[in-house]
């Protein structure tokens, strides 16, 4: 029998010659594993070649090249005999804006009379929907003679875009353009003249509005009918905070399946608890991982390691200052139409207010300190704000005023969003919510994190880079708040390192001085004087992540990690614009670090890999047993060292880890024991409380779950203190000792 909530899961990411079929065949290892669920990423029919299944052009079909609906069946069938459930992830938020979704392709036809206009979050008041799809400008194309009429289809290189139906074929091509329901601009243009609510800044992808219940039923028919052929056992939603009202679509979804667990992907924000009321078990677990990261920190060393990144990097900012910096870069260009949108919202929203007279520019400015003082990813209002939301709002407006000349516009606007009067009102509340998400992802997450390099191990998705380290009080609150259905994840497709990279770093707080000693070493390369100090610190540590002794394969790895890092920092290298001179001396660094350390292999490093095995072990063994259930990322039960995607989805070699031998020392081992445990144990775990120890001097950091006279016992000690009657335990090269054990007091 398949348990309502899980025992564990295992996330698989689909596409890249991993399908249905592919999948079906390793289910032996899979259940063997110890796992009770499947996690499987988007399965619905997805834009040409994509790696990863969340431009959907077609939510109401299983995507052929994963096998379809058949493969899917045979495959969700195939696993239940296994006793597998299947967890499927939904995005409801956005598909994917190109001409191979076939409810665009009527939306351009027939414009605001097509049966699915009201589908997509298009803004038809300012005017046709804008298709940045040129290469070059309008203008020119045109008088190059780059357009053609075929067929009904306004057509250039590859590309055919429907005309609407009336549109006779004539000489006059400008006029003919002018007349259709859509108007093509050059890519450059996104930023200036979008028409349409994107994901983040993607402007290949189109939100959703599923707060219409038809638009609800059309998106999710295939979701329920999957669901409803008991081929699927929960629901997995991609990023909840996008839409405009999360509360009324999980109330919708979760009447629609009942019996149906639903996990939301929700980056909860410091002590953000999950918003009262949602049907659903919980989160994915972002700030699960968090927690753990920071309960393995070493304060101590954080403050060494701070001192000694200002005095290499000259960098004397603070988290916040950069943080701030970004998110007025990102609103400047990334996300300025979606800026531009809100100053017209609110505009609407304030017309014939007896309280201020604001011009464009004062709309725009208070609009800016808004949404750059809000400091998590939205609030929840739609006509009324919650008590929390009211309080948010309140010291949002005051955090917003701070520098500004007059701040009635600033009050105004908060006051419209706690409380909004009129539709207009309700317009902008809704579209600034769903802006503040995706300024607070790209401004912190794309951008802080990669500028801001002291601690890589906290510049992650939910973490706080100023906040790595966590008292036992607060540590303690968090776990007896937690929802017990909710996810423990150390590893995704979105993290910025794999979990066990991330321990490579946590390490660094253990040992500040041996990372010196490398850093130094490093910056004493001939190739460094062409590199940012800045830049060199984060390349030691992308390097110390990834490091297995191979400098080839890794070199390449960092090398087009670090390509990405800078151009998501946006300091001199720009996607649209690389600075390809700087990419290059980042590059050329990287090899000969990697080189210099293949050919010495350094104490330091040593020092730094053992000890962050020994981490990664103390951080399973705590994902395994707190809380909640653990998710396991694809691969990571053997250990995964990966930066973020692309790198973080190589491929998986099933069959080798299906060949191992019972290896006692290998985290394989370590993984299928601890889920042993977690299925002898699951009566216990459900209900015994959870406190964390931290010893004064460090020498043991503990997790005990405890109920009646039986407790259960996690213990990292980084000096290998002596652990008697352990049900697991391992000690490591670096003196480090990491146990779990159970006692029963009669």
Same mark, same amino acid.
């Given at each position: 029998?398949?348990?309502?909530?899980?025992?564990?899961?295992?996330?698989?990411?689909?596409?890249?010659?991993?399908?249905?079929?592919?999948?079906?065949?390793?289910?032996?290892?899979?259940?063997?594993?110890?796992?009770?669920?499947?996690?499987?990423?988007?399965?619905?029919?997805?834009?040409?070649?994509?790696?990863?299944?969340?431009?959907?052009?077609?939510?109401?079909?299983?995507?052929?090249?994963?096998?379809?609906? $058949?493969?899917?069946?045979?495959?969700?069938?195939?696993?239940?005999?296994?006793?597998?459930?299947? &967890?499927?992830?939904?995005?409801?938020?956005? *598909?994917?804006?190109?001409?191979?979704?076939?409810?665009?392709?009527?939306?351009?036809?027939?414009?605001?009379?097509?049966?699915?206009?009201?589908?997509?979050? &298009?803004?038809?008041?300012?005017?046709?929907?804008?298709?940045?799809?040129?290469?070059?400008?309008?203008?020119?194309?045109?008088?190059?003679?780059?357009?053609?009429?075929?067929?009904?289809?306004?057509?250039?290189?590859?590309?055919?875009?429907?005309?609407?139906?009336?549109?006779?074929?004539?000489?006059?091509?400008?006029?003919?353009?002018?007349?259709?329901?859509?108007?093509?601009?050059?890519?450059?243009?996104?930023?200036?003249?979008?028409?349409?609510?994107?994901?983040?800044?993607?402007?290949?992808?189109?939100?959703?509005?599923?707060?219409?219940?038809?638009?609800?039923?059309?998106?999710?028919?295939?979701?329920?009918?999957?669901?409803?052929?008991?081929?699927?056992?929960?629901?997995?939603?991609?990023?909840?905070?996008?839409?405009?009202?999360?509360?009324?679509?999980?109330?919708?979804?979760?009447?629609?399946?009942?019996? *149906?667990?639903?996990?939301?992907?929700?980056?909860?924000?410091?002590?953000?608890?999950?918003?009262?009321?949602?049907?659903?078990?919980?989160?994915?677990?972002?700030?699960?991982?968090?927690?753990?990261?920071?309960?393995?920190?070493?304060?101590?060393?954080?403050?060494?390691?701070?001192? %000694?990144?200002?005095?290499?990097?000259?960098?004397?900012?603070?988290?916040?200052?950069? %943080?701030?910096?970004?998110?007025?870069?990102?609103?400047?260009?990334?996300?300025?139409?979606?800026?531009?949108?809100?100053?017209?919202?609110?505009?609407?929203?304030?017309?014939?207010?007896?309280?201020?007279?604001?011009?464009?520019?004062?709309?725009?400015?208070?609009?800016?300190?808004?949404?750059?003082?809000?400091?998590?990813?939205?609030?929840?209002?739609?006509?009324?704000?919650?008590?929390?939301?009211?309080?948010?709002?309140?010291?949002?407006?005051?955090?917003?005023?701070?520098?500004?000349?007059?701040?009635?516009?600033?009050?105004?606007?908060?006051?419209?969003?706690?409380?909004?009067?009129?539709?207009?009102?309700?317009?902008?509340?809704?579209?600034?919510?769903?802006?503040?998400?995706?300024?607070?992802?790209?401004?912190?997450?794309?951008?802080?994190?990669?500028?801001?390099?002291?601690?890589?191990?906290?510049?992650?998705?939910?973490?706080?880079?100023?906040?790595?380290?966590?008292?036992?009080?607060?540590?303690?609150?968090?776990?007896?708040?937690?929802?017990?259905?909710?996810?423990?994840?150390?590893? *995704?497709?979105?993290?910025?390192?794999?979990?066990?990279?991330?321990?490579?770093?946590?390490? &660094?707080?253990?040992?500040?001085?041996?990372?010196?000693?490398?850093?130094?070493?490093?910056?004493?390369?001939?190739?460094?004087?062409?590199?940012?100090?800045?830049?060199?610190?984060?390349?030691?540590?992308?390097? %110390?992540?990834?490091?297995?002794?191979?400098?080839?394969?890794?070199?390449?790895?960092?090398?087009?990690?670090?390509?990405?890092?800078?151009?998501?920092?946006?300091?001199?290298?720009?996607?649209?614009?690389?600075?390809?001179?700087?990419?290059?001396?980042?590059?050329?660094?990287?090899?000969?670090?990697?080189? $210099?350390?293949?050919?010495?292999?350094?104490?330091?490093?040593?020092? %730094?890999?053992?000890?962050?095995?020994?981490?990664?072990?103390?951080?399973?063994?705590?994902?395994?047993?707190?809380?909640?259930?653990?998710?396991?990322?694809?691969?990571?039960?053997?250990?995964?060292?990966?930066?973020?995607?692309?790198?973080?989805?190589?491929?998986?070699?099933?069959?080798?880890?299906?060949?191992?031998?019972?290896?006692?020392?290998?985290?394989?081992?370590?993984?299928?024991?601890?889920?042993?445990?977690?299925?002898?144990?699951?009566?216990?775990?459900?209900?015994?409380?959870?406190?964390?120890?931290?010893?004064?001097?460090?020498?043991?950091?503990?997790?005990?779950?405890?109920?009646?006279?039986?407790?259960?016992?996690?213990?990292?000690?980084?000096?290998?203190?002596?652990?008697?009657?352990?049900?697991?335990?391992?000690?490591?090269?670096?003196?480090?000792?990491?146990?779990?054990? *159970?006692?029963?007091?009669?």
């Amino acid at each position: 029998m398949i348990p309502t909530v899980p025992l564990a899961t295992y996330r698989i990411q689909l596409r890249d010659n991993v399908d249905f079929a592919e999948i079906e065949r390793h289910l032996p290892y899979l259940s063997g594993l110890g796992v009770s669920h499947l996690y499987l990423s988007p399965i619905f029919a997805a834009s040409t070649g994509s790696t990863h299944g969340y431009d959907i052009t077609d939510p109401t079909r299983v995507d052929p090249a994963l096998g379809g609906r $058949e493969g899917f069946e045979r495959l969700a069938r195939a696993a239940i005999g296994r006793g597998l459930g299947i &967890i499927l992830d939904i995005v409801p938020n956005h *598909t994917a804006f190109t001409l191979e979704n076939p409810w665009l392709l009527d939306v351009l036809r027939h414009g605001p009379d097509s049966r699915y206009a009201r589908h997509f979050d &298009i803004d038809w008041q300012a005017g046709p929907l804008v298709l940045p799809f040129l290469p070059e400008p309008f203008e020119k194309m045109l008088a190059d003679g780059a357009f053609s009429l075929r067929d009904g289809f306004w057509c250039f290189g590859d590309v055919q875009v429907p005309l609407a139906d009336d549109s006779a074929p004539q000489d006059d091509l400008r006029a003919l353009h002018d007349r259709q329901h859509w108007r093509l601009v050059q890519s450059d243009m996104e930023r200036d003249s979008i028409t349409h609510r994107r994901f983040f800044n993607v402007t290949s992808l189109i939100g959703m509005r599923v707060e219409d219940p038809a638009v609800f039923d059309d998106t999710h028919a295939l979701i329920l009918d999957l669901v409803r052929a008991g081929l699927v056992h929960g629901l997995r939603v991609d990023h909840v905070d996008g839409l405009a009202d999360p509360a009324a679509y999980l109330d919708r979804l979760h009447k629609a399946v009942p019996d *149906t667990p639903i996990w939301v992907e929700k980056i909860l924000v410091r002590d953000e608890a999950m918003p009262p009321g949602w049907p659903v078990l919980g989160s994915t677990g972002y700030e699960a991982a968090r927690l753990i990261a920071r309960l393995l920190t070493d304060p101590q060393g954080i403050e060494r390691l701070d001192a %000694l990144w200002r005095e290499a990097t000259g960098i004397q900012t603070g988290f916040r200052e950069e %943080l701030t910096q970004a998110k007025l870069a990102v609103l400047d260009n990334e996300l300025a139409a979606e800026r531009r949108q809100l100053r017209d919202m609110a505009a609407a929203a304030t017309e014939g207010s007896q309280d201020i007279e604001a011009g464009p520019e004062t709309l725009r400015e208070a609009v800016t300190a808004l949404l750059v003082a809000m400091p998590r990813y939205r609030s929840y209002v739609t006509d009324r704000a919650r008590d929390e939301d009211r309080a948010l709002l309140a010291r949002l407006a005051d955090d917003a005023a701070q520098g500004l000349r007059s701040r009635a516009t600033v009050d105004l606007l908060a006051g419209l969003m706690a409380d909004p009067p009129t539709d207009a009102a309700r317009r902008f509340v809704v579209r600034f919510q769903q802006v503040s998400g995706a300024l607070l992802a790209k401004a912190q997450e794309d951008t802080a994190g990669f500028r801001w390099t002291r601690y890589l191990a906290a510049n992650e998705v939910g973490a706080e880079p100023d906040e790595p380290c966590v008292a036992e009080a607060e540590a303690n609150a968090f776990l007896a708040a937690r929802q017990p259905g909710a996810m423990t994840l150390v590893s *995704t497709h979105d993290t910025k390192r794999s979990g066990d990279s991330r321990m490579r770093l946590v390490a &660094i707080s253990h040992l500040p001085d041996d990372f010196h000693a490398l850093f130094q070493d490093a910056a004493a390369l001939p190739s460094a004087q062409d590199l940012e100090p800045r830049w060199q610190w984060y390349v030691v540590q992308a390097a %110390l992540a990834v490091w297995d002794g191979q400098a080839e394969n890794a070199t390449y790895r960092v090398s087009q990690h670090i390509e990405k890092a800078m151009r998501e920092a946006k300091l001199t290298s720009f996607w649209t614009n690389p600075d390809e001179a700087a990419e290059s001396a980042a590059k050329t660094f990287a090899r000969d670090l990697m080189q $210099e350390w293949q050919a010495r292999n350094p104490p330091a490093l040593q020092a %730094l890999i053992h000890r962050g095995q020994a981490l990664s072990f103390a951080q399973l063994a705590i994902q395994m047993l707190m809380p909640g259930f653990p998710d396991i990322y694809r691969g990571d039960e053997n250990g995964l060292l990966a930066l973020t995607d692309p790198d973080n989805r190589l491929p998986v070699d099933w069959d080798a880890l299906a060949a191992q031998g019972d290896d006692p020392d290998a985290k394989l081992h370590w993984t299928r024991q601890l889920l042993a445990l977690r299925r002898d144990q699951a009566d216990f775990l459900e209900g015994a409380d959870a406190q964390v120890q931290v010893e004064d001097d460090g020498a043991a950091l503990r997790l005990i779950r405890s109920q009646h006279d039986r407790t259960m016992t996690v213990e990292f000690a980084p000096g290998g203190a002596h652990v008697p009657d352990a049900f697991l335990a391992r000690a490591f090269s670096d003196g480090s000792m990491v146990s779990v054990r *159970t006692r029963n007091s009669r």
